[in-house]
C-alpha cells in the first residue's frame, strides 16, 4: 500500500521559512505528478504548488516568488520551501501525488495527513 507522509510543519513568524517535505512509500509503485495543496480554516483546499516528474513546475500566483517546490526522484520525496512566510499562508498543508500502482488500469491520486503550518503577524 502507498503512502504519503509529510513532516517540517510548525510554527513561524512573519517573513521566516519553513521547509515541507513529503516522502512516498510502499511497494511496486512509481511516480507521476506530484504537489502541495493547502486549506484554511473556512476554505476550500487549494493548489499551491506542482512538479512533474521531468521538473516542470507551476505555482499558485500567491505563492510566486517566495516558495519553490522540488523533487527527488530516486528517493521519492517532493519539498516545499517557503520564504518570507504570511500570516495568509497559515494553513494545512497536503502533500498530493499521481502513483501508477504496479498491475493497476489506471494511475491514482494519493495524499498525505497534511502538516499544519501556522504564520504568526
Known amino acids: 500500500q502507498v503512502q504519503l507522509v509529510e513532516s517540517g510543519g510548525g510554527l513561524v513568524q512573519t517573513g521566516g521559512s519553513l521547509r515541507l517535505s513529503c516522502a512516498a512509500s510502499g511497494s511496486d509503485f512509481s511516480i507521476g505528478a506530484m504537489g502541495w495543496y493547502r486549506q484554511a480554516p473556512g476554505k476550500q483546499r487549494e493548489l499551491v504548488a506542482t512538479a512533474t516528474s521531468g521538473g516542470s513546475t507551476n505555482y499558485a500566483d500567491s505563492v510566486k516568488g517566495r516558495f519553490t517546490i522540488s523533487r527527488d526522484n530516486a528517493k521519492k520525496m517532493v519539498y516545499l520551501r517557503m520564504n518570507s512566510l504570511k500570516p495568509e499562508d497559515t494553513a494545512v498543508y497536503y502533500c498530493?501525488?499521481?502513483?501508477?500502482?504496479?498491475?493497476?488500469?489506471?494511475?491514482?491520486?494519493?495524499w498525505g495527513q497534511g502538516t499544519q503550518v501556522t504564520v504568526s503577524s
Open positions: 498530493n501525488s499521481v502513483i501508477f500502482v504496479l498491475g493497476s488500469l489506471r494511475p491514482q491520486g494519493y
